[in-house]
């Protein structure tokens, strides 16, 4: 990553006198108020919502374990739920955040959804943050306006799933590793080695709120590998570093896993029967979950046996079904990369409407950026990664758009080059 980037902070003053670092710190507040906002009204709106039609979240299902967990947490009783108790099922990163909510203010499902807006708001900040670092400030800017109005980022933020708080943790890994794959004069040994440990303890948060995350060192490795400008010997001791650090995060997890079943399990035993749900004779692409309660495996065998037996069953189809595999594959990766809202129920004719027209506006800007050249190579991959990443994992496990949401926020940062460089060729400035 270049040094090279833009800079007109230190070289412009707006028409009031005041310098532009000045300006620019009043848009970044006047922006991160605005996300605060927006995301403030649609946690109330869908509070409300929900009291109307007799609902306790919007999206039921995953919310509903999901705050059964953290209430387990908060009230300090055993890390379960369903009968016959499944204890591994969840891993608690997203539960401790909602037990946080609940000792603090209570059962309140909207003071955890405003808590969520909270965190929404920060991640907006991470954005302007990270997209600072690898364009300068004025694509910062822009990054920072595109995350704050973003519809979805704003609905799916507030809510009691774990996409938000993920979002949280992924630009935090970005952030973390961002420095050492920077181009610049060495640093202190000592530094690095803190720097590649903070980057594995985010990452390993990460994988704490959603397994899917657990791919990452294993593209942060390679990214060091290649482009860490250090000795080679340096390099591997900060990818090692980094996977040490994901590694000792998930470490007192995987203690109680192996206290409570006698396995030592890093992540959740429900891997299996996720996999299942998305290759099976009856998989569409979207998740359908009815075949647990159909066929009460786990009235029968334990949590690690029923996992493996949901695997083995998903590798079976596979097998036997090589053509409806791939064609699955095909239909996960569009409800993946839909435009539109996938659940039903959530959608309709208005929503989708700006929902498809936010959506094309953004990849119109991220293609623009990609060929603006604001961007290194080194950056552009960085970004990119963790979008290919759920996009190769959900098309094994279910599509689905909310899925998407956490890893599209990195490539506000693309698409914010694309936005500046459109104004600056109007403009007829171009500053770098």
């Known amino acids: 990553m270049s040094d090279s980037s833009p800079d007109t902070g230190q070289h412009c003053a707006n028409s009031a006198g005041l310098p532009v670092a000045t300006a620019q710190l009043r848009w970044v507040c006047c922006l991160l108020l605005l996300a605060a906002l927006l995301r403030v009204i649609a946690a109330v709106a869908i509070d409300q919502h929900c009291r ?74 991470q954005v302007y943050l990270l997209t600072r670092r690898l364009a300068g400030p004025l694509p910062a800017l822009a990054a920072l306006a595109l995350a704050a109005i973003s519809p979805l980022q704003i609905a799916s933020s507030v809510q009691i799933l774990s996409e938000g708080w993920f979002t949280c943790w992924v630009l935090a ?40 995350w657990i791919l990452w060192p294993a593209l942060a490795t390679p990214l060091l ?28 997890w995987a203690i109680r896993n192996h206290q409570v079943s006698g396995l030592w399990i890093h992540t959740s035993l429900w891997s299996g029967p996720s996999l299942y749900d998305g290759l099976n004779p009856q998989a569409t692409g979207a998740s359908d979950m009815r075949f647990l309660d159909e066929e009460s495996l786990y009235t029968r065998f334990s949590e690690a046996e029923v996992n ?31 435009p539109v809202l996938n659940a039903q129920g959530l959608s309709n004719v208005a929503l989708n409407a700006c929902l498809l027209s936010w959506y094309l506006f953004l990849v119109i800007l991220t293609v623009r950026g990609l060929f603006s050249g604001c961007l290194p190579a080194v950056a552009t ?12 994992v959900h098309m094994v496990f279910v599509g689905s758009v909310r899925y998407r949401l956490p890893v599209e926020m990195p490539l506000t940062a693309v698409a914010a080059c694309g936005m500046v460089g459109m104004w600056q060729r109007r403009s007829g400035r171009w500053r770098s």
């Open 308 to 338: 493996e037996l949901y695997k083995r069953r998903a590798l079976d189809f596979v097998l036997q079904n090589p053509q409806r595999t791939t064609e699955l594959a095909i239909t996960k990766s569009a409800r993946f990369l839909s």
């Open 52 to 125: 109307h039609v007799g609902r306790q979240f919007l999206v039921e299902g995953d919310a509903n374990g999901y705050w059964a967990l953290g209430e387990a947490i908060a009230a300090g009783a055993d890390y379960a739920i369903h009968t016959p108790p499944r204890r591994i099922l969840r891993t608690p990163g997203f539960p401790l955040l909602l037990a946080a909510s609940i000792r603090v203010f209570g059962h309140s499902i909207l003071m955890a959804s405003l808590l969520l807006a909270m965190v929404g708001t920060v991640v907006c900040l």
């Open 173 to 212: 890994s970005l952030l973390t590793l961002e420095p050492l794959l920077r181009a610049e004069p060495p640093q202190r040994k000592l530094h690095l080695l803190l720097q590649a440990l903070t980057a594995g303890l985010a990452t390993g948060a990460g994988i704490l709120v959603r397994p899917g």
């Open 225 to 252: 590998l290649l482009f860490h400008r250090g000795p080679k010997g340096q390099r591997i001791l900060l990818a090692g570093l980094l996977c040490l650090g994901s590694w000792l995060v998930l470490l007192p």
């Open 381 to 392: 991959l960085l970004l990119f990664l963790p979008f290919l990443q759920f996009l190769l």
